[in-house]
């Protein structure tokens, strides 16, 4: 019985940091491309994301997405090559957007009684109510893979994360990690 218990704890409490995560996933891919045949890929553009805002196209963040890409890839046993030789080419985009989060809060009590227990129907009434705004940023990461023969997109993993605004590197590169570890699940997609 003791163990059922502890079993009911742990799958309630996983639930429960499952549904409080913001991170979403999407792929996409062309599902008449042989995606068996590839073995080998390079970076289009050596790796860099084009990206105006200074806080993705910076050295920093480049070399951790393509160090994870890299060793995502490897795990699956695909190899780097040079660009004219590579099976497919890799790419990444990132953008920082920001968000604004409204919040309203009608209140239950009022000055003259229990606000939406006291309103009269007829003559209208209405409770003291707050609205608050906070903005936030997400965090967006697109990785491509691509047809080296034509350059076209062939597959493509999105992922989108409330950001926290922290500064610390290491969790910086954990974040980056775990974005491009759920994005690349999926690939290659298996039919």
């Given at each position: ?137 997400v965090g967006t990461l697109i990785i491509d893979i691509l047809d080296p023969a034509g350059r076209k997109l ?38």
């Amino acid at each position: 019985m003791k163990q059922f218990l502890r079993f009911g704890f742990i799958a309630v409490f996983l639930v429960i940091c499952v549904s409080c995560s913001t991170f979403s996933v999407n792929t996409d891919y062309n599902p008449a491309y042989d995606f068996t045949k590839l073995k080998t890929y390079a970076w289009l553009n050596n790796g860099k994301a084009p990206a105006s805002d200074t806080r993705i196209n910076n050295d920093l963040v480049i070399e951790r997405v393509q160090t994870e890409v890299e060793r995502t890839l490897a795990a699956r046993g695909y190899t780097k090559t040079s660009g004219a030789s590579a099976d497919f080419m890799v790419s990444w985009l990132g953008a920082i957007d920001k968000k604004l989060q409204m919040q309203s809060i009608d209140h239950l009590y009022n000055p003259y009684g229990y606000g939406a227990l006291s309103r009269d129907p007829y003559r209208g009434g209405s409770t003291m109510g707050t609205t608050t705004s906070s903005e936030y940023e997400v965090g967006t990461l697109i990785i491509d893979i691509l047809d080296p023969a034509g350059r076209k997109l062939i597959w493509r993993g999105t992922g989108k994360d409330r950001l926290d605004g922290t500064g610390d590197p290491e969790k910086i590169t954990k974040r980056i990690n775990e974005a491009v570890t759920a994005i690349m699940k999926d690939f290659p997609p298996v039919k």
